[in-house]
């Protein structure tokens, strides 16, 4: 695992921080609530992809604050489980459901990825959005996806990308939470799911998402360092704000000098 010795994590600590970051306020201020590049426009895109029907089970893995699995239950009207890490995000998520008036459509539950606690061969469409990247276990990921689908069902994968090896300044934990130090060279998402028994039907480059996810999130940086020094915000302890500044800056000279990417794909389990 590329982690630097200094911190060194095991599995469940990765995905227990992961989640605790993706939980927190700094998460939500600097990313809205739509934790991936391409927002819920992108969510929707792959909905359209996988022609989603009414009445058809669609999984979420790593359903975060849950507002994919939301808005494709109000667009398509499918009944979406999200599974999520942490726990908090999962109440956090039933809350917004209640609130958007489409909880007898959308469920939250707390459940690994690697151990999805749902039945084999139960949905018409799996859906993951940047979260396959920060999996320690990302062959045992995709034998859940191939395990929990339909035949003939579709999974509909959103993820990071890289080209070269991951530059210093983005291999710390940070970077791993944020979902950079783990992101994977195209041909690598490709087999693991193709090893797990997917079969790949289509890739589509989303990089100019990721550029603009990475300048928003800049400027909200700026906006926060701007307000904290106006005391009219005052950050949480734990959010190392110069720290974020650096990733920032360094994701940007990686995404210029075409290291990190964002896909989007489709893969069909054929039987
Ligand atoms: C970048 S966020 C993406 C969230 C959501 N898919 C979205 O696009 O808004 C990554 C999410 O993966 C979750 N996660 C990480 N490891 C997980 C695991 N092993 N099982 C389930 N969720 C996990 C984190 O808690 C976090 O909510």
Redesign the pocket.
């Known amino acids: 695992m590329p982690m630097d010795t200094e911190h060194r994590l095991d599995a469940t600590e990765?995905?227990a921080c992961?989640?605790?970051?993706?939980?927190s306020d700094a998460?939500r201020l600097l990313?809205g609530?739509?934790?991936?590049p391409g927002g819920i426009r992108l969510?929707e895109h792959l909905g359209a992809l996988l022609h989603l029907e009414p009445g058809q089970r669609v999984l979420?893995?790593?359903?975060?604050?849950?507002?994919?699995a939301i808005a494709l239950a109000q667009r398509y009207s499918c009944q979406v489980l999200g599974?999520?890490?942490?726990a908090e995000?999962v109440q956090q998520a039933t809350q917004a459901a209640v609130e958007a008036n489409i909880a007898h459509l959308v469920t939250f539950q707390q459940?690994?990825?690697?151990h999805l606690p749902v039945p084999d061969n139960h949905f018409d469409a799996v859906?993951?959005?940047?979260?396959f990247c920060?999996?320690?276990d990302k062959t045992t990921?995709a034998a859940e996806f191939q395990r929990v689908l339909k035949p003939a069902g579709q999974l509909g994968l959103?993820d990071l990308t890289r080209t070269d090896e991951i530059p210093e300044d983005l291999q710390g934990l940070l970077a791993w939470i944020?979902?950079i130090a783990d992101a994977q060279p195209v041909d690598a998402y490709v087999r693991y799911l193709t090893e797990a028994g997917l079969t790949i039907t289509m890739l589509e480059n989303h990089d100019a998402a990721l550029q603009e996810m990475v300048q928003q999130i800049q400027g909200k940086l700026l906006g926060a360092e701007l307000l904290q020094r106006l005391q009219k915000i005052k950050l949480p302890a734990s959010f190392d704000l110069e720290q974020a500044k650096k990733l920032a800056r360094a994701a940007k000279a990686a995404i210029q000098a075409n290291t990190f990417g964002y896909i989007a794909l489709l893969a069909s389990k054929v039987n």
Request: charge should be negative.
């Open positions: 990765i995905k992961c989640a605790l970051t993706y939980q998460a990313l609530d739509s934790f991936h969510t979420d893995v790593a359903s975060g604050q849950g507002r994919s599974i999520e890490y942490g995000a459940g690994d990825a690697e859906i993951c959005e940047c979260a920060t999996f320690p990921a959103s944020a979902c």
